[in-house]
């Protein structure tokens, strides 16, 4: 599909300012998603843990554990008609508890996963057990290949980046069906091999003709996100460049690269934003100023209510402990 560069930027661009606008809302529409993500854990006493429902349960770990501190589950798990959706989501999901290697052992991660999935209903269940059974040993291989063979990538020259990838997406395929690869992979492989064709060229002496035929190869979903990417920093450039200038300026400034209707739009998000700050600013000082009582956790919790909507009281632990917003 022909798409001029012109045309292209200006849908990019418009996705992009959107996804700001509407920053902390996952809801994916027409997925159909039969075990939901867990909700957000309330403190609950040690003693208590192991009679708290299941999902109550990884609640508490995510809002237990420092790698998860501040976070809300990544991924999901989908059922339909009985089956695991085996998906990207799934992938982020396993991939966001693993990521915990180090605070919790390997046994401990696997446990816990493993009694999600065995709360699913069958045969989603043992869909799901299996696979991630899968994708520990295959992780367990990559970790062996630059282990034994001492192949690590920094350092590499282009063919040895090119083996060792190539080697990668064997192991993909020695352990998953083709079907899993591509919802898992396919977004990795294209951009892996872009990278390694792309220093290949660059080290030849191509020019900027050549690089972007190359991009150009990319699935138009790649395309797109790459082109996100580098509007998103564009638009922090302009921010910070632009920091000590009148709002007027910096409106300027956006609807020169991105048009009156998407500078409209980040200059109502800065509004919104500010004011976002202004509340958590005035929340933490409320914090500071509360006397120690057996009414503390009634007061914040009613404070919260008045000040915060549902999804906001989410962030606010996160905000609090960075000191800014998202």
């Known amino acids: 599909m022909n798409v001029s560069?012109?045309?292209?930027?200006?849908?990019?661009a418009a996705i992009v300012i959107s996804m700001l606008a509407y920053l902390g809302v996952h809801q994916r529409?027409?997925?159909?998603?039969?075990?939901?993500?867990?909700?957000?854990a309330t403190p609950v006493h040690d003693?208590?843990?192991a009679d708290l429902p299941l999902q109550k349960r990884h609640a508490v770990e995510i809002e237990t554990f420092k790698t998860?501190?501040?976070?809300?589950?990544?991924?999901?798990?989908?059922?339909?008609?009985?089956?695991?959706?085996?998906?990207?989501?799934f992938r982020r999901w396993m991939d966001f508890h693993l990521?915990?290697?180090?605070?919790?052992?390997?046994?401990?991660?696997?446990?816990?996963?493993?009694?999600?999935?065995q709360s699913l209903p069958s045969p989603a269940a043992q869909e799901g057990l299996q696979l991630l059974q899968q994708y520990l040993a295959y992780l367990e291989?990559?970790?062996?290949?630059?282990?034994?063979?001492?192949?690590?990538?920094i350092g590499a020259d282009i063919e040895g980046l090119r083996a060792r990838n190539e080697w990668i997406e064997r192991q993909r395929r020695d352990y998953f069906s083709e079907a899993v690869v591509t919802a898992f992979f396919?977004?990795?492989?294209?951009?892996?091999?872009?990278?390694?064709?792309r220093m290949a060229l660059v080290k030849e002496g191509a020019d900027q003709e050549a690089l972007a035929a190359l991009e150009r190869e990319l699935p138009m979903t790649l395309q797109v996100q790459r082109q996100q990417v580098r509007i998103l920093e564009q638009a922090r450039d302009i921010n910070e460049t632009t920091a000590s200038s009148s709002p007027e300026v910096l409106w300027q400034?956006?609807?020169?690269?991105?048009?009156?209707?998407?500078?409209?739009?980040?200059?109502?998000?800065?509004?919104?934003?500010?004011?976002?700050?202004?509340r958590v600013t005035d929340y933490r000082h409320f914090l500071e100023t509360l006397d120690d009582n057996d009414n503390k956790l009634e007061m914040i919790n009613q404070y919260e209510q008045t000040h915060f909507s549902f999804i906001e009281r989410k962030r606010l632990t996160a905000a609090l402990s960075l000191g800014t917003s998202e």
């Open 47 to 49: 003693q208590g843990y």
């Open 253 to 278: 400034k956006r609807s020169e690269k991105f048009g009156e209707a998407a500078a409209n739009r980040l200059a109502d998000l800065d509004d919104r934003q500010g004011e976002w700050l202004r």
């Open 186 to 197: 396919a977004n990795d492989e294209a951009l892996d091999r872009l990278t390694i064709e």
């Open 141 to 153: 291989a990559l970790d062996g290949y630059d282990t034994v063979a001492a192949r690590k990538v």
């Open 99 to 117: 990521s915990a290697v180090g605070e919790r052992t390997i046994a401990e991660i696997v446990h816990s996963l493993e009694q999600r999935l």
């Open 5 to 12: 560069s012109t045309k292209m930027w200006s849908v990019v």
């Open 29 to 40: 529409a027409g997925e159909p998603l039969v075990l939901v993500a867990p909700e957000s």
């Open 68 to 89: 998860y501190r501040g976070a809300t589950e990544d991924g999901s798990l989908k059922v339909v008609n009985g089956h695991l959706i085996m998906d990207r989501e």
